[in-house]
Structure formats: C-alpha cells, structure tokens
C-alpha cells in the first residue's frame, strides 16, 4: 500500500512568518513529488513540483526533497492571509503512463492569522 | 480556453438512481482521470485514462463506470447510486509525460439520499 502522511492541522501562522508543510512517503522509488493548494470550495492547482533532492525555489515558496529520509516539504516565505488553503502533498509512485500511480495526502489545512 | 469543465456542478440522487457525470477538456491532453474527495480525505483515483478507447480502473471503481470516445471526453457513469458514493468528483487531464501537472475541472458535488 502506497502511503502519504500529512499531519492534518490546522497549522496556524502569524502573517509575514514561514509556514512549514511536511509530507512523508513510503515508497523509495517515488520519482517526482508535488504540492497543489486547495482553496475551500475549490479544485486543487499545482503549486511546486520537485523531482531531485534538493531545495526548488519559486517566488515565496520553496519545496525540499530527501530522498533518503522519504521526506518532502513546503516553505511559504512571508506568509499571506491568501495563502490560508488547504496544502495537498501528491507523490508519484513509478507511472507507466501519466499520472495514474499518482497519490495524494489526506492535506494540511494552513490559516494565515492577520 | 476553458481548461477541464465539469457538469453539473452539484446534484442530488436518490438511492438507486443513476447519473452520468461530464468531463470535457480543450488542452488536447491524452490523460484524463475521475478523483472523489471525501471531507477530510486526499484524492482517490476512481479511472483513468491514456487516450481515446482506453481506460483502466484506479483504487476505488467499485461502482463506476467510464468510457473514452474521443480525446475531449471522459464521462463517469453511477449506475446504481449508494450513500457512500455521496463525495465532491473531479476530473483532471494532463498531458504526455508522468511529470505534467494535474488540470483539474471545478468539480461535482454528489449527495446520494
């Protein structure tokens, strides 16, 4: 069973602060590793993808990669109230094809406080 | 460009009814796929598919059926509605390659009564 484990929150964080989202995996030959945000209500949108390990920086966020310790995460610098959503971590364990080994985490629900 | 588009937006069925929900993309994206999201749950992949005429079930398609004509569609049938398959459903598509990001429609919320 192919498993993606993230604490559910809610992680709550003072405006202007660094929101820190942690997911692990349980499979080691995962390949390519994903964050979607997930306003309420809404659909889930593609935020960071990171396939190496390493840091992948893109304008306030930063995604980390550690293959060895099956750990990946998401850095929200300079935390905004529109950053309030929930932060779903999706892991793609070895597709033959497109994404349909793809799994998605149970997501952190993050608040950004004023 | 309209991306993934999803009808109805929500609905409400009877046990025992069934309903076709719709999905259409305009990306030209071989890949499409049905997710239900219970409260408080990630995604779970129902179907999926790689282009027109092939489809595979994912973990949960107990329940459901699909079919792929054309490259634009990929409609879900419930055929014999339960309370459990009472969820929010999203289509996505993506294109060729495993990396591709996930387009999502804006989903359907299901109650089944």
């Known amino acids: 069973q192919k498993e993606v484990e993230q604490n559910s929150g809610p992680l709550s964080v003072p405006e202007g602060a660094i929101a820190s989202l942690n997911c692990t995996y349980s499979d080691r030959g995962s390949q390519s590793f994903f964050w979607y945000r997930q306003y309420s209500g809404k659909s889930p949108e593609l935020i960071m993808s990171?396939?190496?390990?390493g840091d992948k920086e893109d304008g306030r966020f930063t995604a980390q990669l550690n293959k060895a310790s099956q750990y990946v995460s998401l850095l929200i610098r300079d935390s905004q109230p529109s950053d309030s959503a929930t932060y779903l971590c999706?892991?793609?364990?070895?597709?033959?094809?497109?994404?349909?080994?793809?799994?998605f985490g149970t997501g952190t629900r993050l608040t950004i406080i004023p | 460009n309209a991306g993934v588009t999803q009808t109805p937006k929500f609905r409400i069925l009877k046990i025992g009814q069934s309903m076709t929900l719709q999905c259409t993309q305009d990306m030209n994206h071989n890949y499409m796929y049905w997710y239900r999201q219970d409260p408080g749950m990630g995604l779970k992949l129902i179907y999926y598919s790689v282009g027109a005429g092939i489809t595979d079930k994912g973990e949960v398609p107990n329940g459901y059926n699909v079919s792929r004509s054309t490259t634009e569609d990929f409609p879900l049938r419930l055929e014999l509605a339960a309370p459990s398959q009472t969820s929010v459903y999203f289509c996505?598509?993506?294109?060729?390659?495993?990396?591709?990001?996930?387009?999502f429609g804006n989903g359907t919320r299901l109650t089944v009564t």
């Open positions: 999706a892991v793609n364990f070895r597709s033959n094809f497109g994404n349909e080994k793809l799994t």
């Open positions: 996505a598509s993506s294109s060729y390659n495993r990396d591709s990001p996930l387009h």
């Open positions: 990171i396939y190496s390990n």
